[in-house]
């Protein structure tokens, strides 16, 4: 990555959060700072959600997106989208229907529609570096050289060369009021299967909220949603009592003991934040009360 790209991904991430956070300085929700900061990311063609999504091993983008409201424990999920600007918003109008959590292709774009949602060709995802990874795919598929590590808001860029590409957006954020959420989204992995689903959209697997701590994460998708990582985490908070740093320490650990790659950002209801992955690195940022901006990377 070059320093220049560097540059203007550290500059989206930190135009992420201050949108987020400046939905909660005029006292919104956690929610709702978690769907701007993500809204954000999707339509920064640099990430790997919305405007920059990777591409199938048939040539199109399929994206997907989930949220969680810690305060009702509401949730809401979309995936196989292809014509959604922004799936994080669709899922939360899935969640607000009341009747609904989880919704996939035409019938969930029909919905977007009816909700009055920006909707877009499917050509307006096309971006010439994701198409070149597409490319890249086919001519060493356990090789492929990452050229661009995918970089995450308040979660984790999994980036293993045995692999080919994933990466995920994603928030989490704490109100005034002590509430919670989650929110993430993604485009999957680079020449994934036609009709793959990842942990991303999965409440439990990529997303979790609840009274006590919200998670975001990211990496090996098909392994976050066998270990349930998301809910194994905040479980392990309730129950064992354990605190997020630990609890998700615990969780990566054993998932990558599984053979999976990634990891996971959580806040809790304290406003204590923690990221922790294996895998390579990953970029993220934080911005508290003061407007005071801690970035992270490894």
């Not at 409440?203 to 976050?224: C, H, P, Q």
Request: hydrophobic residues 35%; glycine residues 12%.
């Amino acid at each position: 990555m070059t320093p220049n790209e560097e540059k203007e991904l550290r500059s989206g991430l930190y135009k992420a959060t201050e949108r987020g956070y400046a939905v909660l300085k005029k006292g919104g929700s956690a929610l709702d700072a978690v769907e701007e900061a993500v809204r954000a990311l999707e339509d920064n063609p640099l990430f790997n959600a919305g405007k920059g999504s990777v591409f199938t091993i048939d040539g199109v983008n399929q994206l997907e997106a989930s949220l969680m409201d810690g305060k009702s424990g509401a949730a809401g999920a979309a995936t196989l989208l292809t014509t959604v600007k922004n799936p994080i918003s669709l899922a939360r109008k899935v969640m607000e229907s009341g009747r609904h959590v989880f919704m996939c292709g035409p019938g969930a774009e029909k919905y977007a529609m009816e909700q009055g949602l920006d909707m877009v060709h499917s050509s307006y995802f096309w971006t010439k570096h994701r198409w070149e990874q597409h490319e890249r795919g086919f001519f060493s598929p356990q090789t492929v050289e990452l050229l661009h590590p995918e970089p995450i808001v308040d979660s984790t860029a999994s980036s293993n060369p045995s692999e080919l590409t994933m990466g995920t957006v994603g928030a989490v954020a704490i109100d005034s009021m002590g509430h919670l959420a989650a929110a993430t989204s993604t485009g999957g992995m680079s020449n994934k299967w036609n009709g793959r689903i990842g942990d991303t959209p999965v409440i439990g697997a990529g997303t979790w909220a609840d009274r006590n701590v919200a998670i975001s994460g990211t990496g090996t998708g098909e392994l976050f949603i066998r270990q349930g990582t998301s809910r194994y985490v905040a479980s392990r908070v309730d129950m064992l009592g354990e605190e997020a740093g630990k609890a998700s320490t615990t969780a990566i650990s054993e998932m990558k003991a599984m053979g999976g790659d990634g990891g996971v950002i959580c806040i809790d209801s304290n406003g204590n934040f923690w990221m922790t992955f294996c895998s390579e690195g990953m970029y993220h940022e934080v911005i508290a009360p003061g407007d005071n901006h801690i970035s992270h990377e490894s």
